[in-house]
């Protein structure tokens, strides 16, 4: 399974062929990453097709269907990683947990919901990736957090959504000073609106007029950022959100 040759990279959240998740396992996979990808309630011999489809650009991957908001799961991840493909020079929080909820519906149970995917999972992964990256050996290291843009306006209906990822800008900003020494960089994408998983017809009409580009994010356009960050040519970049939107015009 394992191509030594190669770099590895985790990537959380990689649960649908036109995901974000999915986009940035092909991109790093072309750069010669071995891949290991987490996903969770996917469609049938989600990971055995996943897998091949990776496998044949030319580099190991390997799935593992796990639940995040298990709060042994970051170690779970770490640890099946390292042994399947290799330690993982870059780590991609991708995953996230989102149900509509405005505050008539808010409640605790939400709440922790989304806080132990969206925060306490993110949180872990990053801080375990750090802790065991002297070990490893690495030339370099890489944290990519997604989130959502929420401090640039407001998101109704999403208050649990909207908070617990608008954490992980803050919490990536503070840990990119305490882990620079190690040499990791640790930086933060905001996609915009991307036509993945979640958009029908009636939303892309709505949308569309609020790119001045012409044209809604793709998940590759996120897969092109995150592979820069994953790069060697990112080193002076760290503890940054960047806002990958398109122009994306709010309101």
């Known amino acids: 399974m394992k191509n030594q040759q190669n770099k590895a990279v985790i990537v959380?959240?990689?649960?649908?062929?036109?995901?974000?998740?999915?986009?940035?396992?092909?991109?790093?996979?072309?750069?010669?990453?071995?891949?290991?990808?987490?996903?969770?309630?996917?469609?049938?011999?989600?990971?055995?097709?996943f897998s091949k489809e990776i496998s044949g650009i030319g580099v190991a991957c390997k799935g593992l269907e796990v639940d995040l908001s298990d709060v042994q799961s970051a170690e779970e991840v770490l640890e099946s990683a390292a042994l399947t493909v290799g330690k993982p020079m870059v780590l991609v929080n991708n995953a996230a947990h989102s149900t509509r909820d405005g505050y008539l519906e808010f409640?605790?149970?939400?709440?922790?919901?989304?806080?132990?995917v969206n925060m306490r999972a993110v949180f872990l992964l990053c801080t375990e990736f750090a802790k065991r990256f002297p070990?490893?050996?690495?030339?370099?290291?890489?944290?990519?957090?997604?989130?959502?843009?929420?401090?640039?306006?407001?998101?109704?209906?999403?208050?649990?959504?909207?908070?617990?990822?608008?954490?992980?800008?803050?919490?990536?900003?503070?840990?990119?000073?305490?882990?620079?020494?190690?040499?990791i960089t640790a930086n933060a994408i905001n996609p915009g609106p991307t036509d993945s998983t979640w958009m029908n017809e009636d939303i892309r009409n709505f949308l569309l007029p609020k790119f001045p580009g012409g044209r809604i994010g793709q998940p590759e356009d996120t897969a092109n950022l995150a592979a820069f960050l994953a790069g060697e040519d990112s080193r002076w970049i760290t503890g940054q959100v960047i806002h990958s939107e398109g122009g994306f015009i709010r309101g």
Not at 25 to 33: D, G, H, M, P
Not at 107 to 116: C, F, G
Request: glycine letters at 8%; aromatic letters at 10%; proline letters at 4%.
């Open 12 to 49: 959380t959240g990689v649960s649908s062929h036109r995901g974000i998740g999915a986009a940035i396992c092909r991109k790093l996979a072309s750069q010669n990453f071995n891949i290991f990808f987490t996903y969770l309630d996917s469609e049938p011999h989600w990971e055995k097709v």
């Open 107 to 116: 409640d605790a149970k939400t709440m922790d919901e989304h806080y132990a």
């Open 135 to 183: 070990e490893w050996n690495l030339p370099y290291g890489r944290i990519i957090n997604m989130t959502s843009g929420q401090e640039l306006g407001p998101m109704p209906g999403e208050l649990a959504y909207a908070s617990t990822k608008a954490a992980i800008t803050s919490f990536t900003r503070s840990l990119a000073t305490e882990i620079a020494h190690l040499g």
